[in-house]
């Protein structure tokens, strides 16, 4: 379904925003991170986040700090996980209509480049930035967080959203970091606990399990999209000459 914007604008101009870790990525890359790399004490840190008791900056910077792993061995851990199969057929849909595509991630932007670049993909990326300070030490910095993000993210995914405002924006997501990101979009694609959310709060959006799913998704919006913009066009020429 069409929001009021996209059916008024006269713009074809589409930007996709997608998260990375459990939209992009077979599972949360991050949590598996920790699983493998970092001192069990993690897990009572995100019991902390989950309970709200913390934001997800807070958590994450506590996390990265128990990870032990040097470059070599979270390099060679990212690249054996798997990206979904049918996101390659996303990015070429998009580049097809001249849709800019960002991944948007509340995650690690380290982690994120050698997953996408071991799938043969080169996309804009905005993450947190895991930092390498030696041996087996990381830590984690937040060039992307905004001290009046009203989800304490690391990432503000609403800020990211907000410096296209011209066009339309289209969030694929599915988790709580892209929930305050939901209200701001044209469409939105979710599963998880952001199709959770969006139900919950009445933000319209297109449910889907994986890429193969949103590529229909999206394909449906964009034959709806280009008639309603031709059809705006076609009004304003008929008004100019009359």
């Known amino acids: 379904m069409l929001r009021e914007k996209a059916r008024k604008t006269t713009s074809t101009s589409?930007?996709?925003f997608v998260d990375f870790?459990?939209?992009i990525s077979v599972g949360d890359t991050t949590d598996r991170i920790l699983e493998r790399f970092a001192d069990?004490?993690?897990?009572?840190?995100?019991?902390d986040w989950v309970a709200g008791r913390i934001g997800s900056r807070e958590c994450l910077a506590r996390q990265i700090d128990l990870i032990r792993a040097t470059p070599a061995a979270l390099d060679a851990f990212a690249c054996a996980s798997a990206v979904d199969p049918h996101f390659r057929g996303f990015v070429a849909l998009c580049a097809a209509h001249g849709f800019p595509v960002t991944v948007v991630s509340d995650g690690l932007d380290r982690v994120?480049?050698?997953?996408?670049?071991?799938?043969?993909?080169?996309?804009?990326?905005?993450?947190?930035?895991?930092?390498?300070?030696?041996?087996?030490?990381?830590?984690?910095?937040?060039?992307?967080?905004?001290?009046?993000?009203?989800a304490s993210a690391g990432h503000c995914k609403c800020a990211t959203l907000a410096t296209e405002p011209g066009g339309l924006r289209v969030l694929i997501g599915d988790g709580r970091s892209d929930f305050?990101?939901?209200a701001a979009a044209d469409?939105?694609?979710a599963?998880?606990?952001?199709?959770?959310?969006?139900?919950?709060?009445?933000?319209?959006?297109?449910?889907?399990?994986?890429?193969?799913?949103?590529?229909?998704?999206?394909?449906r919006?964009?034959?709806?999209?280009?008639?309603?913009?031709?059809?705006?066009?076609e009004a304003a020429r008929a008004q100019t000459s009359a």
């Open 14 to 16: 589409v930007r996709v």
């Open 21 to 23: 870790d459990g939209t």
């Open 40 to 47: 069990p004490s993690w897990q009572t840190v995100e019991a």
């Open 112 to 150: 994120a480049t050698a997953m996408l670049t071991r799938a043969g993909l080169q996309l804009p990326i905005v993450a947190n930035h895991l930092e390498w300070l030696g041996e087996d030490r990381w830590r984690l910095g937040f060039p992307h967080a905004r001290e009046d993000c009203r």
């Open 180 to 182: 305050c990101a939901a």
């Open 187 to 189: 469409l939105v694609i």
């Open 191 to 219: 599963k998880g606990a952001l199709a959770i959310y969006c139900g919950n709060n009445r933000i319209p959006f297109e449910p889907f399990t994986d890429f193969a799913g949103a590529i229909q998704v999206f394909a």
């Open 221 to 233: 919006w964009i034959g709806a999209l280009r008639p309603a913009a031709a059809q705006t066009e």
